[in-house]
């Protein structure tokens, strides 16, 4: 009896002194948590080596990692975001101003001849402004997680007719520059299940491109089944092919004008949407940009 009375005294002081450390764990443990909340960046630690709360706390300095972590990717992406709204409000701006400066010079102008190329070069800004807006409008709508594309209105379309449109539309712009496109088709019935429409916008972006930021020239490939856009880039604007399709990339630090950096990321998102898929390569002063469609 004398023997039990004396185990039940050591088993309720161990348990006692159990309790202790434990409450001193906890109690440390709200401190560190404390200090956690005021801005540090501590490690939460125990005294005791029992394995059950050791593991806990391994799991707690997991799960402020990670929130510390991904406050810092949060601060990063917006940092990112606010840059990116600065820089195309100013490309918006450049346009704008741009025009308005010439059809003040074209008011102030006596010459009619003079007149008549104030007023062109103004019409050009206000067209590369309405480019941009009807990008920002297109980029607006396909990060709509509503946005859907009907299958209805996907329907067997030739590429070559349609490519030829763009080409044309684009004339003037390949003729400032002295350049010309080149095709190269190995089949002229080449055709894609694709709405006419969204076909037409990633080809008219990719040419857009090719303009904008190439060194002149862009040569067109159908091979099998897969659609190629060529054109040779300067030196100092290589492009960054893993983040070429991405929201507001530009490879050069000038910024050209008449950019938004929205337009292959558009490509991208179109072309999944029609079940395609797009890369890009860059090799010996080329980019080259595929595109590969579902069969028709």
């Known amino acids: 009896m004398v023997i039990l009375l004396i185990l039940s ?7 006692s002194l159990s309790c202790l450390r434990l409450r ?31 593991a806990f706390c391994r799991r707690l300095n997991r799960v402020l990692q990670e929130k510390d972590a991904s406050h ?3 601060e990063k992406a ?14 918006i701006r450049t346009p704008l101003t741009g025009a308005s400066g010439y059809v003040q010079l074209a008011r102030e102008s006596t010459d009619s001849i003079k007149k008549e190329h104030y007023l062109e070069a103004a019409g050009k800004r206000l067209a590369e402004l309405s480019d941009m807006l009807e990008e920002l409008f297109l980029y607006t709508r396909l990060t709509d ?3 859907s594309l009907p299958k209805e209105s996907l329907k067997k379309t030739y590429v070559l007719p ?12 390949f003729e400032e520059r002295g350049t010309s496109p080149e095709i190269d088709f190995a089949s002229e019935d080449f055709c894609i299940y694709a709405e006419e429409e969204i076909l037409q916008r990633i080809f008219l972006n990719l040419i857009r491109n090719a303009l904008l930021h190439g060194r002149g020239g862009i040569t067109i490939l159908q091979k099998e089944d ?12 290589i492009p960054d092919t893993e983040q070429l399709f991405d929201r507001f990339y530009k490879a050069d630090s000038a910024r050209r004008k008449g950019s ?13 949407s029609l079940g395609g898929k797009v890369w890009a390569e860059y090799s010996h002063g080329l980019l080259r940009i595929l595109l590969r469609f579902p069969p028709s």
Do not use: M
């Open 9 to 15: 005294g050591i088993i309720c002081i161990w348990l």
């Open 162 to 173: 349609l490519l030829s449109e763009c080409l044309l539309s684009l004339y003037s712009a």
């Open 78 to 91: 917006e940092k990112k975001l606010k840059q990116n709204i600065t820089d195309l409000a100013h490309d």
């Open 226 to 237: 897969l659609l190629i856009f060529e054109n040779p880039v300067s030196q100092d604007s």
């Open 24 to 54: 001193a764990d906890i109690r440390y443990l709200h401190e560190q948590l404390g200090e956690i909340e005021r801005g540090s960046h501590i490690e939460l630690a125990v005294y005791s080596r029992r394995q059950s709360l050791l």
């Open 72 to 74: 810092n990717r949060y």
């Open 145 to 147: 997680e509503d946005y």
């Open 260 to 272: 938004s950096g929205l337009g292959l990321f558009i490509v991208k998102e179109l072309t999944e």
